[in-house]
């Protein structure tokens, strides 16, 4: 059974930096594309950033662009993402969702229950 | 970046009736060399992650009732319900991955009437 459970939420003031995990398991986890996708508090969904499964290649949204950091270490079947001068706007629930491939261009056919990132003073 | 619209914005329909919503892309999202659409449909309930419905625009994920139908080309898509069920209440997204940044849609609220 593919499980993917994220971790490292919180709450962090504005232009502070947090780095969430996505442990996952069920699956060959180097063999798969990963993606974060986020849910603003009662908004729609917003893809933030893919890697390949080999770590090679990774591609970002706009709005993180230049300040979020996506990685893996498929030794530990485990993805992260690396939010550094966080502001209000990025306030969400951040999922950690796996591709349907190996290629970055591919939908998410399953999706952690997400971890909640609270930027405010 | 590719633009993505829904309509409606949200429906109500009776139980065993059917239920369309339509996906728009600003720019075309079928790559020509393999002739797939890079179109996809999730379904998300109160408090839960969004759930992989269809793919390439018409597939249907493994364990998705039959009911639940994608179609569409180009810029042009729809999912349907031919039949709705009371646990068919949810938020229905498109996304495209056919170029970064992926997008979704504003997402179509469905209930029952």
């Known amino acids: 059974e593919v499980q993917l459970v994220e971790s490292g939420g919180g709450l962090v003031q504005p232009g502070g930096s947090l780095r969430l995990s996505c442990a996952a398991s069920g699956f060959t986890f180097s063999n798969f594309a990963m993606h974060w996708v986020r849910q603003a508090p009662g908004k729609g969904l917003e893809w933030v950033s893919v890697?390949?499964?080999?770590?090679?290649?990774?591609y970002y949204g706009d709005s993180v662009k230049g300040r979020f950091t996506i990685s893996r270490d498929n030794s530990k079947n485990t993805l992260y993402l690396q939010m550094n001068s966080l502001r209000a706007e990025d306030t969400a629930v951040y999922y950690c969702a796996k591709g349907t491939g190996g290629s970055c261009f591919s939908g998410h056919d399953y999706w952690g229950q997400g971890t909640l990132v609270t930027v405010s003073s | 970046d590719i633009v993505m619209t829904q309509s409606p914005d949200s429906l109500a329909v009776s139980l065993g009736e059917r239920a369309t919503i339509d996906c728009k892309s600003s720019q075309s999202v079928l790559y020509s060399s393999n002739n797939k659409n890079y179109l996809a449909w999730y379904q998300q309930k109160p408090g839960q992650p969004p759930k992989l419905l269809i793919y390439?625009?018409?597939t249907r994920e493994s364990g998705v009732p039959d009911r639940f139908s994608g179609s569409g080309s180009g810029t042009d898509f729809t999912l349907t319900i031919s039949s709705l069920q009371a646990e068919d209440v949810a938020v229905y997204y498109c996304?495209?991955?056919?170029?970064?940044?992926?997008?979704f849609g504003p997402g179509t609220k469905v209930d029952i009437k």
């Open positions: 996304q495209q991955y056919y170029s970064i940044p992926f997008t």
């Open positions: 390439w625009a018409s």
């Open positions: 890697i390949s499964g080999s770590g090679d290649n990774t």
